[in-house]
């Protein structure tokens, strides 16, 4: 295809080591980058079929039927694959989709363990499933794009998608284009990112912090004081993000490249972690931080067993009490002054349309249905009223213990979280508050930009290898400044003035061509 100014090989949210991976959560959580997650990165896809097999937009348009209900298969990952009453409940649905559209839903489940793999050979047999999930992290949008894998759909969205298009800032649909045309649908959710803590209330209580907001993190310390002088048995704080960092910079590059978020001026690593890591090893020295960190792989144990009186990650609205509910213990949060929408955010989950979709139009009806009709959408995410989830209240409800099937926890999986039921530990107001987050945050003045890695592929995996082995060093340093100046050392031997130099070179290209 002629649009390959960038084959794409992503590395700008999925971070090696620093910012890495999807969040979990209940019910409410997109994809949340966090130190202390891992994500395999993605293999090369396989080769991809002739050009001359793929329908043009134009053709797919045309292949609306006249009157026979189509089926639209939709290819979607979950953690424990298809659950057992997946039958009935698509049994039910599809006599809705059927009389709202005249389309009927095959959701095709694979185990996210399985994903990659399934999909990539899915598109190299040129299979025709109509729509897929996609991002950065799981079945890459880049090695898609790379081998013609998605249909374009600006058309096709324009025509069968106004209520998506009534939904999306144009921002956010900014991150699925690629020379000017959509190539896929980020899916509504959290797509800001802001650093904020959570704060066991038992203990912001008998200490008195009183904080609604912070400018950073530092504004914390004398409440850590108080833990580390009264409370042996408890951690004061998990550092899960590199706050004094993420405060000004925005990653673009897999830990190793950033952009100042006021200026856009492009810094490596080595240029701009002197204040995080000195912080890191005073914080370490005043026992913030847990002694034995240097060696810690897992500390989920401690976590259950709320032993860190602070969490510090990603916040967003109605953290709180999604967290207290997950550990059955009382937090309040408090965000870092500053949400900030990066070049790529909303990657995270999308959802395209298959270049070997028989019915590309009705795929795209389907998801704007989804996207749109609270009914569907939550029936789909909850099941069967009485089988699966019981009402609460108006637009609240609850799961029935060990229902046979649910998708809760799975709804920023596809189309617009926003117009989910609340569930125990959700707040009123959630989604909106949500949504108002979205499109109050300051955005990248580099949205849209997206880097290439192919001509760096060597130093990368380079300076992942120094990164490993200085993971965690600079807690533990009797001499935080000599610890700097080695990295700082190895990392330029790996080649990251190199890597700096390929992504201003993009970026200028990429600034010429707007």
């Not at 992504?503 to 010429?512: C, M």
Request: include cysteine.
């Amino acid at each position: 295809m002629k649009k390959r100014l960038i084959s794409m090989l992503l590395a700008g949210v999925t971070t090696i080591g620093l910012l890495a991976g999807c969040g979990s959560g209940n019910g409410n959580s997109g994809a949340a980058s966090e130190k202390t997650e891992t994500g395999a990165p993605e293999e090369n896809a396989d080769t991809p079929q002739e050009e001359s097999e793929a329908p043009t937009e134009t053709e797919a348009g045309e292949a609306e039927s006249d009157g026979e209900t189509v089926t639209v298969t939709w290819c979607l990952p979950l953690l424990n694959g298809e659950p057992e009453d997946y039958e009935m409940v698509m049994e039910d649905l599809n006599k809705k989709i059927k009389e709202k559209i005249n389309v009927e839903l095959k959701l095709e489940i694979i185990t996210q363990g399985e994903f990659n793999d399934k999909m990539k050979l899915k598109s190299t047999a040129g299979e025709d499933y109509d729509l897929v999930f996609t991002s950065n992290w799981l079945n890459s949008f880049n090695e898609n794009m790379s081998r013609d894998a998605f249909l374009p759909v600006t058309d096709l969205v324009e025509e069968y998608g106004q209520d998506i298009l009534a939904a999306i800032p144009d921002w956010l649909l900014d991150v699925a284009k690629v020379d000017g045309e959509l190539y896929a649908v980020p899916n509504q959710q959290i797509t800001a990112r802001q650093v904020g803590v959570v704060v066991l209330k038992e203990y912001a209580d008998k200490y008195n912090l009183n904080l609604t907001s912070m400018k950073s993190v530092r504004d914390l310390e004398s409440f850590m004081d108080e833990i580390v002088a009264n409370e042996p048995n408890l951690f004061p704080v998990d550092m899960r993000v590199d706050a004094i960092i993420e405060e000004k910079y925005e990653n673009l590059v897999s830990g190793f490249i950033f952009a100042d978020k006021e200026t856009g001026e492009i810094y490596t690593l080595a240029e701009i972690m002197d204040e995080q890591k000195k912080l890191d090893n005073e914080w370490y020295k005043k026992g913030y931080i847990r002694q034995d960190i240097a060696t810690v792989t897992d500390n989920s144990a401690d976590v259950k067993a709320n032993r860190y009186v602070i969490s510090c990650s990603s916040y967003k609205p109605g953290w709180d009490a999604e967290y207290s509910q997950r550990q059955d213990a009382e937090y309040i949060s408090i965000p870092v002054e500053g949400a900030f929408v990066g070049a790529v955010s909303g990657i995270e989950t999308m959802t395209a349309v298959n270049v070997n979709s028989k019915h590309p139009a009705e795929a795209i009806k389907l998801l704007n249905l989804v996207y749109s009709d609270k009914e569907i959408y939550n029936e789909l995410l909850y099941g069967l009223e009485g089988v699966h989830y019981n009402v609460v209240s108006e637009g609240h409800v609850e799961v029935v213990p060990d229902a046979k099937y649910t998708l809760n926890g799975n709804g920023w999986r596809f189309g617009n979280q926003f117009n989910a039921w609340y569930t125990p530990g959700q707040e009123d107001g959630l989604w909106e508050a949500t949504d108002k987050l979205n499109k109050e945050a300051k955005v990248s003045s580099l949205r849209g930009f997206t880097f290439d890695s192919a001509n760096v592929q060597a130093e990368l995996a380079q300076l992942s290898a120094v990164f490993e082995e200085y993971k965690n060093g600079q807690y533990p340093t009797a001499d935080i400044d000599g610890w700097l100046a080695e990295y700082k050392d190895k990392l330029d031997k790996a080649g990251i003035n190199t890597v700096k130099e390929e992504v201003q070179s993009q970026i200028d290209e990429w600034k010429a061509a707007q």
